[in-house]
């Protein structure tokens, strides 16, 4: 745990959050600037700063933790799916630098886009792009 990381304190307890789910290695709850209603964090208790330091076994669990939180919106509040989004880097929007994920219900018709950027790649680019990304994965 870091001393003065916010998403460490909620996890301790000692800043109240909206809990909607909590075990010993995750807690789950409610963004206070939530993008639709439900929005919640899946935040885990040790302290990661991004992904890239994520420890193994804690991202094999993660992903199964959040898919129950977002079927569990899709029941409690009739949300028609839901987005798992995470951000890596400041350029990223990452904010809050412990590893979290968003679960956004999502609610058709709700209006928001994750969707968009540069349309088409040329396909020259495409290749030596993935060759770098190849050689740099190793």
């Not at 916010?6 to 909607?20: L, Y």
């Not at 094999?60 to 798992?84: E, Q, S, T, Y």
């Not at 219900?105 to 994750?114: E, I, L, S, T, V």
């Amino acid at each position: 745990m870091e001393e003065n990381c916010i998403f460490c304190k909620i996890a301790r307890g000692e800043i109240p959050s909206a809990t909607v789910y909590e075990d010993e290695t995750f807690r789950g709850i409610l963004d206070v600037n939530p993008m639709t209603k439900g929005h919640a964090l899946l935040v885990p208790k040790a302290h990661y700063a991004d992904l890239c330091a994520l420890d193994h076994g804690i991202a094999a669990k993660a992903l199964p933790v959040a898919a129950r939180i977002g079927g569990a919106m899709k029941d409690a509040l009739g949300c028609d799916g839901f987005n798992i989004l995470q951000n890596n880097g400041a350029a990223a929007e990452q904010s809050v630098f412990h590893f979290h994920l968003h679960i956004i219900p999502r609610y058709a018709g709700d209006g928001k886009r994750f969707s968009g950027g540069q349309q088409g790649a040329d396909a020259q680019e495409l290749q030596d792009t993935a060759a770098k990304i190849r050689s740099a994965v190793g």
